[in-house]
């Protein structure tokens, strides 16, 4: 809510509606208010300024570079135009700097906030208009299911003829395993293994990243969707 000033010219006050102010700024605006020789301005920020700060769930496969310039894969578990939560294997140290590299919002730069058990929370440094873009590419990916655009397990799932399959990671390693199911995009495969998130690893023939976890096994994104014509029970991957 903006007034102009000119409208309390006769008015010893003003009225704000609490439930629009965080608790911190309803504390703020009290304080203001009691303390003001003449009329104040309280101005409550619009609906899509609060969406720079609000974050959203959302998964989505990268890769980061700590200040020593190691790399490692990592995953998203929330986001804002302002951080983001990632899980991964290396932790950084508080302050250190970071360049992420995201799917679908690409190269970004930051500092780590905090640490957690699986991974570390990532303030962002951008620009205004910068933040903008990555406010505007959250929405769409909160939203791309109501939008009708598939995406992981939204795809039609299939149970394999033949279930059974080799697991081939970097370095060589190999598995045998069980394809749970399958869609044009991905596959649940019971697994013991619990390589990390973003690991790339062949599922038979065809090149995945590991992308979850579940009980008994793991959930991998293939490289290159499944064609339609291909997308049936007895496909052999």
Avoid at 166 to 173: A, I, P, S, V, Y
Avoid at 204 to 218: A, D, K, L, W
Wanted: glycine letters at 8%.
């Amino acid at each position: 809510m903006e007034a102009h000033p000119k409208e309390f010219r006769n008015s010893p006050r003003i009225r704000v509606r609490a439930s629009e102010l965080s608790r911190e700024a309803l504390v703020a605006v009290m304080i203001a208010v009691a303390t003001a020789s003449s009329p104040v301005v309280v101005r409550v920020p619009a609906a899509d300024e609060r969406r720079r700060h609000e974050r959203v769930r959302v998964a989505l496969l990268g890769r980061y570079m700590l200040a020593d310039r190691r790399e490692f894969p990592c995953q998203t578990v929330d986001m804002s135009p302002g951080g983001v939560l990632l899980t991964c294997a290396v932790q950084g140290s508080v302050g250190e700097r970071v360049v992420l590299y995201l799917e679908q919002i690409g190269r970004i730069e930051g500092t780590v906030a905090r640490v957690v058990p699986t991974g570390f929370a990532m303030q962002l440094t951008a620009t205004s208009r910068k933040r903008d873009k990555i406010a505007s590419q959250l929405t769409w990916l909160a939203n791309r299911e109501s939008l009708g655009l598939p995406e992981g397990r939204s795809y039609e799932r299939l149970v394999p003829r033949q279930a059974g399959v080799t697991l081939r990671f970097e370095g060589g390693r190999e598995s045998f395993a069980r394809i749970i199911d399958f869609s044009m995009a991905g596959a649940a495969i019971a697994t013991g293994l619990r390589p990390a998130i973003g690991a790339s690893v062949n599922v038979g023939q065809t090149p995945c990243r590991v992308v979850r976890y579940f009980e008994g096994g793991i959930g991998v994104r293939f490289l290159l969707p499944i064609s339609p014509d291909r997308f049936h029970d007895g496909l052999v991957l």
